[in-house]
């Protein structure tokens, strides 16, 4: 698996990419792709300067501390659980120093950068933080679930979902009795993601996104989800 940046004529994107190889022979290749102006906020060129991941991502963790393969994916599986139809009262595992990048912006920890047409300033939050305000409320639905890639020698897991916003909610309160307008959510959309999550100690570190729209309730081609989800 990949994720990176990728030349397009005169153009950089995001590009993320899924190869299997069976007995020598490439027999499945996925792609997603995310190109500048595909949403009110992006750093495809702040990603390109990087040139490289952050070391966390490439360090190995000591044998005796790495999780198994089912372990790794019920923690990103529990991401997406806590995402969905988000009202604060989840389980919602992360370190008190987890990131998140989405089409390679900083969406948490970085306060004022973003003017959120919510009337909330959720990207200054912390992972934790965020999810525990509820703000995520207008994510009905994170179907099609499927994790292929997973990395126990790094604690990292690669997955695919579809997020589906239902157009129906478009005021609610947070935790906190803040009101947010989320209005512009006001037609059914959905969301393709490809997203790598760094784990340490049953703990998500870090996330990163790759996601374009799609049609409402898109439903993806490959086979492997989990079931029911």
Request: proline letters at 6%; hydrophobic letters at 35%; a neutral charge.
């Amino acid at each position: 698996a990949f994720m990176g940046t990728m030349i397009e004529g005169k153009n950089t994107l995001l590009y993320a990419l899924r190869i299997r190889i069976q007995l020598g022979r490439i027999t499945e290749v996925e792609t997603a792709i995310y190109r500048p102006g595909g949403a009110p906020f992006e750093g495809v060129a702040d990603m390109d300067k990087m040139g490289k991941p952050e070391t966390l991502w490439l360090d190995a963790v000591p044998p005796k501390n790495r999780a198994t393969r089912q372990e790794l994916i019920a923690v990103a599986d529990a991401y997406f659980e806590g995402l969905q139809n988000n009202d604060g009262k989840g389980y919602y595992p992360f370190t008190n120093d987890c990131h998140r990048l989405e089409n390679g912006y900083p969406t948490t920890n970085n306060p004022g950068k973003f003017q959120s047409r919510s009337g909330f300033d959720a990207f200054a939050l912390d992972c934790k933080k965020q999810f525990e305000s509820g703000y995520y409320r207008v994510v009905t639905r994170i179907h099609h679930r499927r994790f292929p890639v997973v990395d126990v020698e790094r604690g990292v897991v690669y997955a695919y979902a579809i997020f589906d916003h239902a157009g129906t909610i478009h005021k609610y309160k947070l935790t906190d009795g803040t009101e947010v307008d989320m209005s512009f959510f006001s037609r059914p959309s959905s969301i393709q993601a490809t997203e790598a999550f760094l784990i340490e100690n049953g703990l998500i570190r870090r996330v990163e996104m790759v996601g374009s729209s799609a049609p409402y309730h898109t439903n993806p081609p490959w086979d492997g989800g989990l079931s029911g989800k």
